[in-house]
């Protein structure tokens, strides 16, 4: 079994997943209006794990009337994501052609019988990743996009694995997903560094993306928690990626494996448990804004 100490579901960091959505203007057999969809996935640093693997099987595209669009794969795709960090990305689906129209619902198929299909691997062995029913309904994306057949759409899949991998009182962990959708070409990114003096080098680090002007944010699991989290690399910089436009506070704690997601801890509240709030941070389209975190 693995220790909770070693990694604890807050020691998580963020996954973030990008889909493209390509409307092409064609009709199919029926005389219907299409479109075209690729999707992609990127990955961000997982604290105290050495690989994160993640076995697809398929992807299920459900529109607004609940009929669906279905691609399985020809083999499972078996995918690390600690290899795919930093802009990298690994491909799903490349330009399938789908029906055009309003869709409620993406479904990611992802494969658990076996321990070796989607699991986590650390210092002292593999460690299986549960899906709640996964098995019938796989990784459910509720939120609605529109493909048009006559203009392209691209859309970003944020899958922040910091507040979806939980781990239960028996010791199982399980990956309950927590997903964002971004339009890509919209969508700007905050990075910078971090002072050196704000974390003990020991301490566990991570970066709370909050929208909107926030006084006094709030950890995981509440009902203020963040939009978005990211990590602080061993060379102290960090950049939390596909933001939509709009303001942005960011905020740092030197205590991220004492904040579980399913829980409310009052150590994090009225701001505490934050070593640095930022002012309001505006994000552009297509555009990264500067924040180095300092002593202040």
């Given at each position: 079994m693995l220790s909770p100490s070693l990694l604890k579901p807050s020691a998580i960091a963020v996954l973030s997943s990008s889909l493209l959505l390509a409307g092409c203007g064609a009709?199919?057999?029926?005389?219907?209006?299409?479109?075209?969809?690729?999707?992609?996935?990127?990955?961000?640093?997982?604290?105290e794990a050495l690989g994160v693997y993640v076995q697809f099987s398929g992807v299920v595209l459900i529109k607004a009337d609940e009929q669906q669009e279905e691609f399985l794969f020809d083999e499972p795709l078996q995918v690390n994501l600690l290899d795919f960090q930093n802009g990298l990305t690994f491909s799903l689906l490349d330009e399938v052609t789908v029906e055009a129209g309003e869709y409620s619902q993406i479904r990611l198929l992802v494969d658990t019988d076996e321990l070796n299909d989607t699991y986590i691997e650390t210092a002292v062995g593999s460690?299986?990743?549960?899906?709640?029913s996964g098995e019938q309904t796989g990784l459910k994306l509720v939120s609605?996009?529109?493909?048009n057949s006559d203009e392209t759409v691209a859309l970003t899949l944020d899958f922040d694995l910091r507040k979806s991998v939980t781990l239960t009182g028996n010791g199982e962990y399980k990956l309950r997903p927590t997903?964002?959708?971004?339009?890509?070409?919209l969508a700007g990114a905050i990075a910078g560094t971090v002072a050196s003096d704000l974390c003990a080098a020991d301490d566990k680090t991570a970066i709370y993306v909050y929208e909107g002007e926030v006084a006094e944010p709030d950890d995981l699991g509440s009902d203020n928690e963040p939009l978005a989290t990211a990590s602080v690399s061993a060379e102290l910089d960090y950049s939390a990626s596909f933001l939509a436009p709009g303001d942005y506070t960011v905020a740092l704690t030197c205590m991220s494996d004492s904040d579980d997601p399913e829980t409310d801890e009052t150590v994090?509240?009225?701001g505490e448990g934050f070593v640095y709030v930022s002012d309001t941070v505006t994000v552009e389209a297509s555009q990264t804004t500067t924040l180095n975190l300092v002593n202040l």
């Open positions: 009709d199919d057999s029926d005389g219907k209006a299409t479109g075209k969809v690729s999707m992609a996935m990127t990955d961000a640093p997982v604290d460690f299986e990743l549960t899906i709640p609605g996009f529109t493909v997903i964002r959708i971004v339009e890509s070409a994090f509240g009225n």
